[in-house]
T-cell receptor
Framework: DPKIIQKPKYLVAVTGSEKILICEQY?????MYWYRQSAKKPLEFMFS???????DNQTASSRFQPQSSKKNHLDLQITALKPDDSATYFC??????????FGPGTRLTVL | GDSVTQTEGPVTVSESESLIINCTYS????????LFWYVRYPGEGLQLLLK?????QKGSSRGFEATYNKETTSFHLQKASVQESDSAVYYC????????????FGQGTSLSVVP
């Protein structure tokens, strides 16, 4: 059974619209993260959360807003989408510090 | 900031041949980071392949191994004899043993193993 669920797997959006990427983890971990991988670039850290509290934010744009309704959920809301936002977005979780476990990713295409 | 550089892909290797994917890192702290290799098989998410958190130590998993060399700031991934099932994208990464710290990834190396 998948331990980290990301929905949807693929997402196509139009410029200017808003989308929410879903992430749920069933590993019992106390920390969750979002990373982004654009074409030809390394995975880039975006946010980390622990017990529904923001721990680190390295995303410059306020258009990206994490939302945590439960401690094992960390969704990512993206507003005013731009073509440059096209990427694969990975959710991850960990218990305390290192050894992060990753989900399968959501591939977002903005037209 | 911290950075990780790894072998530019794609890399093609014949089955049963040996493999080495180079990884070097640059860290802003005088402390030693934790080092990781992740793998992403087609259609799947990233999986942790191996990790080493102590400089000078070697990690191994599924026939792969990597040694943490603090002098050369390297963490090269090696396998003596690859199989077709090893075809995947391999990512080197570093992290810090502090609470909820981010991982810094290399750009990934796509490996194809051909019969």
């Amino acid at each position: 059974d998948p331990k980290i669920i990301q929905k949807p797997k693929y997402l196509v959006a139009v410029t200017g619209s808003e989308k929410i990427l879903i992430c749920e983890q069933y590993l019992g971990h106390n920390a969750m993260y979002w990373y982004r991988q654009s074409a030809k670039k390394p995975l880039e850290f975006m946010f980390s959360y622990s017990y529904q509290k923001l721990m680190d934010n390295q995303t410059a744009s306020s258009r990206f807003q994490p939302q945590s309704s439960k401690k094992n959920h960390l969704d990512l809301q993206i507003t005013a989408l731009k073509p440059d936002d096209s990427a694969t977005y990975f959710c991850a979780s960990s218990q305390d510090t290192y050894e992060q476990y990753f989900g399968p990713g959501t591939r977002l295409t903005v037209l | 900031g911290d950075s990780v550089t790894q072998t530019e892909g794609p890399v093609t290797v014949s089955e049963s041949e040996s493999l080495i994917i180079n990884c070097t890192y640059s860290a802003t702290s005088i402390a030693y980071p934790n080092l990781f290799w992740y793998v992403r098989y087609p259609g799947e998410g990233l999986q942790l392949l191996l990790k080493v958190i102590t400089a000078g130590q070697k990690g191994s998993s599924r026939g792969f191994e990597a040694t943490y060399n603090k002098e050369t700031t390297s963490f090269h991934l090696q396998k003596a004899s690859v199989q077709e099932s090893d075809s995947a994208v391999y990512y080197c990464a570093l992290g810090w043993p502090s609470s909820f710290s981010k991982l810094v990834f290399g750009q990934g190396t796509s490996l194809s193993v051909v019969p």
